[in-house]
C-alpha cells in the first residue's frame, strides 16, 4: 500500500499539473475473497449512465466489518480498472460523523425517495469511484483485501475531518504503505442538507443484513447515526479544536506525498478566504514563497469551456517530493459533490490518475 496522495476539503489529493504525475502502478492480484459480498440491487448500476457496467451479476462492492474489530467499511473497486487503479479512502469531519455519509456524495449510489413514502438506493453518475477504489471507512483493509496492498493509495476527508487527516496520513506514510497523496474537504453551512433517508435506511435492518452489520434481518437492527454527538463532544472538550494540523503538509509533502486542497466558494464554516491565507502560510514549508507568487488559472472539465473555477499546483523537485495544489470550485460549498458533482468527480479523477488538471489555463 503506498499512499500517494491526500486529499482534503480543509485540505486536498494527488493534484497534478501538466509536469506532475504519479509513479507507475504495480499490477495487482484479482480480488479472491470478501468479508461480505453486497447484493447488486442494494448498490444498484445503472446501464444508462455513462460509466455503467452493463453485466450486474458482475458488480462489485463489499462489506463487513474487519477481522478482530468493530471497524466497519464499504468497499467499491474501481469501475475501470481495479487492478491498478488508486484506492481512495473515504473519512468524514464533525467529528464524529460516519464515513457512511459520504455515499451521499462520493459513492456510486446514493439514498433518495422511492414515490412511495418509502427510500431506495439510486445510482451515481459521477461516483468517484468510476476511475478509483473507493473505500468508506476510518482505517485501513489491507490485511482483508492484500490484493490492493500495492497500489497507489490515497486519503480523502471532509469538513473536520481535513484536520485529522494530514495526521492520519502522517502516520500511515511513516509505515510501509504506498500513500500517495492527501486530500482535504470544505464545509457550508450546518445542515444544507436532508439525511432523514439516509438515516432510516441505513437502520433498516434488511439492509443491515445485506451489508453484514447483521447476520439476518429478522435480528433487531443497530442504531446507526450519521452524526454522533457523544464522540463530538469528546473531541471538543478534549481542546482537539486547538490542534494545529497545518504542520503535515510540509511533512507530507517532504515524504513524497502530494497534497490537494480543494475548496467550494460558497462553503460558509470554512471559507475560501480563510483556508487562501492557510494556503500562503504553510509552516515551514521551504517553498511557500514560489507558491505564492504563482497565480490562480482558471480550470474547466473535459469538453466544457465555462470554468469550473481556479487552481494552482506546483510540482514536487523531485520524484522524493509531492506535489502541491490549491483548488477552487465556483459554486459548491460544504459538500461538493452534491453542489458540483460532475466537475467534483472529474477533478477526482484527474488527480487520482495523476493527469493534467485542466483543459484550459
Keep these: 500500500m503506498r499512499l500517494t496522495t491526500v486529499i482534503t476539503s480543509l485540505l486536498a489529493l494527488l493534484c497534478s499539473s501538466s509536469a506532475a504525475r504519479v509513479q507507475p502502478q504495480t499490477p495487482l492480484r484479482a480480488l479472491s475473497r470478501a468479508p461480505k459480498v453486497v447484493s447488486p440491487t442494494l448498490c444498484p448500476d445503472d446501464t444508462t449512465v455513462s460509466h455503467a457496467v452493463e453485466d450486474l451479476a458482475n458488480i462489485q462492492q463489499y462489506s463487513g466489518y474487519l477481522p478482530g ?7 467499491f473497486p474501481s469501475r475501470s480498472h481495479p487492478e491498478t487503479d488508486p484506492v481512495g479512502i473515504w473519512s468524514n469531519g464533525g467529528p464524529g460523523s460516519s464515513a457512511l455519509t459520504g455515499m451521499q456524495y462520493a459513492g456510486p449510489c446514493y439514498v433518495e425517495k422511492d414515490g412511495h413514502g418509502g427510500w431506495e438506493m439510486r445510482t451515481r453518475e459521477w461516483s468517484f469511484n468510476n476511475n478509483a477504489s473507493i473505500l468508506m471507512i476510518d482505517n485501513t483493509f489491507v490485511k482483508t483485501f492484500p490484493e490492493y496492498a500495492s497500489n497507489p493509495w490515497a486519503v480523502n476527508s471532509l469538513s473536520y475531518g481535513g484536520a485529522a487527516a494530514g495526521q492520519y496520513a502522517s502516520t500511515v506514510a511513516s509505515l510501509p504503505y504506498a500513500l500517495t497523496g492527501l ?37 433487531a437492527s443497530k442504531l446507526w447515526e450519521a452524526h454522533s454527538a457523544r464522540i463530538w463532544h469528546a473531541y471538543v472538550f478534549s481542546g482537539d479544536w486547538d490542534v494545529q494540523t497545518d504542520v503535515y ?26 483556508v487562501r491565507e492557510i494556503m500562503a502560510n504553510l509552516p515551514n514549508y521551504e517553498r511557500q514563497s514560489t507558491f505564492n ?20 499546483c506546483i510540482a514536487g523537485r523531485d520524484v522524493d517530493e509531492g506535489n502541491l495544489c490549491y ?35
Design 327 to 361: 483548488v477552487e470550485i465556483e459554486g459548491a460549498g460544504h459538500v461538493l459533490s452534491l453542489d458540483k458533482p460532475k466537475e467534483g468527480s472529474w477533478m477526482m479523477s484527474q488527480w487520482m490518475q495523476g493527469q493534467a488538471l485542466s483543459h484550459a489555463a
Design 249 to 274: 503538509f510540509e511533512r507530507l509533502l517532504r515524504s513524497g506525498v502530494s497534497v490537494l486542497k480543494y475548496e467550494g466558494m460558497v462553503d460558509f464554516i470554512c471559507n475560501y478566504l480563510g
Design 69 to 75: 474489530s468493530s471497524i466497519f467499511f464499504w468497499f
Design 183 to 219: 486530500n482535504i474537504y470544505d464545509y457550508r453551512t450546518a445542515e444544507p442538507y436532508d439525511e432523514t433517508g439516509v438515516i432510516a435506511y441505513y437502520n433498516n435492518a434488511t439492509v443491515q443484513a445485506e451489508l453484514g452489520v447483521i447476520h439476518k434481518p429478522s435480528d
Design 293 to 312: 507568487t504563482l497565480p490562480m488559472l482558471n480550470w474547466t472539465t473535459g469538453g466544457n469551456e465555462t470554468p469550473a473555477g481556479m487552481y494552482k
